[in-house]
């Protein structure tokens, strides 16, 4: 069956996106709007009427995700995608076409932690500006970077799901 090989599934993304039809993250996944499931070649419209199958109406969706090798599609929603700038996801649906399974994924909410030494002076003990919670290109006393990584410190939280399922 040709559904299930991914050098095909790989061959027909790449094909797609040569025409304008998404975006491709090669040998990981096709990218597109929802409006353009019907013009993709015929074995990519198969593969995403399987997840139909399971699922129901992709096109409540704004975006696709086809996984290349992974036997996946995931459809995420999100708030005004056509009117905003930046749309907020308020929902994700990755469809295991394999396992014959849906795993759903609410909203998801990021969080920055800064902890400036300032602070750490009143808040003794509990955090490690060092590790976590620092900013991005924060200095020390002796002028250089708090942390070496220059990264600033982000959490997620995915409302309406226990947390330590998703960090499972």
């Not at 019907?38 to 704004?62: H, K």
């Not at 002076?121 to 290109?137: F, L, T, V, Y």
Request: charged fraction near 25%; hydrophobic fraction near 40%; charge should be negative.
């Amino acid at each position: 069956m040709q559904i299930a090989d991914v050098e095909a599934i790989h061959q027909d993304c790449q094909r797609a996106a040569e025409h304008g039809l998404g975006w491709l993250e090669v040998g990981e996944s096709l990218q597109l709007h929802v409006n353009m499931i019907e013009q993709l070649p015929p074995l990519l419209r198969v593969y995403v009427g399987c997840a139909a199958v399971l699922y129901g109406d992709y096109r409540n969706a704004d975006l696709v995700k086809i996984h290349v090798g992974s036997g996946k599609v995931s459809l995420m929603r999100y708030d005004d995608f056509e009117g905003q700038a930046l749309p907020r996801m308020i929902e994700r649906v990755k469809i295991k076409l394999r396992e014959q399974d849906i795993d759903y994924f609410g909203i998801i909410r990021l969080t920055y932690g800064f902890c400036s030494p300032e602070l750490a002076k009143e808040i003794s003990g509990r955090i490690d500006p060092k590790r976590d919670q620092h900013a991005a290109h924060e200095l020390n006393r002796l002028g250089n970077p708090v942390c070496s990584r220059l990264g600033a410190a982000v959490d997620f939280v995915v409302e309406d799901d226990s947390m330590l399922e998703v960090a499972q």
